[in-house]
């Protein structure tokens, strides 16, 4: 079975289970909670940076400067935009909207009382209900506000006001 496109979604499966588990874990910034979900030998890479956090200690670590990084209020927060699950695997797409603070963790991030809005995919394998591989993919240029092109000599055509035609 291909697990990224053939996709369990009956509420037995483990991996559905687990994904409704770490939603409301990391969505609600629960620390223990998500190192509860830590595999003793899991590595979270960071795919921007290329940074990789090995085992339980590194990753709290990394987890514990990333809450850090930012500051969540009742309307700015991460909001789930897509979650799938496979046979292994768990795929969770979400806005994570927030506040610079005072003292950013992330090199080259908005000034200080910024607003963000940030599309993040993270995709997980899990082994024995707990993730052992965590790739999280953003584009760090939405925390400066500089906009990229993938080809230098061109430019994305502008969405007309009011939204598609």
């Known amino acids: 079975m291909n697990s990224l496109t053939e996709v369990k979604t009956g509420p037995?499966?483990?991996t559905e289970s687990f994904a409704q588990k770490f939603k409301k874990i990391y969505l609600g910034d629960?620390?223990?909670g998500f190192m509860q979900l830590?595999?003793?030998?899991?590595?979270?890479?960071?795919?921007?940076?290329?940074?990789?956090?090995?085992?339980?200690?590194?990753?709290?670590?990394?987890a514990e400067k990333a809450m850090a990084g930012r500051i969540h209020t009742?309307?700015?927060?991460?909001e789930?935009?897509?979650m799938f699950s496979g046979q292994e695997q768990v795929c969770i797409e979400y806005l994570h909207r927030g506040i610079m603070p005072e003292h950013g963790t992330?090199?080259?991030?908005?000034?200080a009382g910024t607003e963000i809005a940030v599309p993040i995919c993270i995709t997980?394998?899990?082994?024995?209900?707990?993730?052992?591989?965590?790739?999280?993919?953003?584009?760090?240029?939405?925390?400066?506000?500089?906009?990229?092109?993938?080809?230098?000599?061109?430019k994305p055509t502008p969405v007309p006001e009011g939204g598609v035609t």
């Open 74 to 78: 009742k309307d700015l927060h991460m």
């Open 106 to 111: 992330i090199t080259g991030s908005a000034a």
């Open 124 to 154: 997980m394998r899990i082994k024995d209900g707990k993730f052992d591989r965590f790739n999280e993919y953003l584009d760090l240029a939405t925390f400066s506000g500089v906009k990229q092109h993938l080809f230098s000599d061109t």
């Open 38 to 62: 830590v595999d003793k030998d899991a590595v979270w890479t960071f795919m921007a940076t290329g940074e990789q956090f090995r085992g339980v200690e590194q990753i709290r670590k990394a």
């Open 30 to 32: 629960d620390l223990d």
């Open 80 to 82: 789930l935009t897509n």
């Open 12 to 14: 037995n499966s483990v």
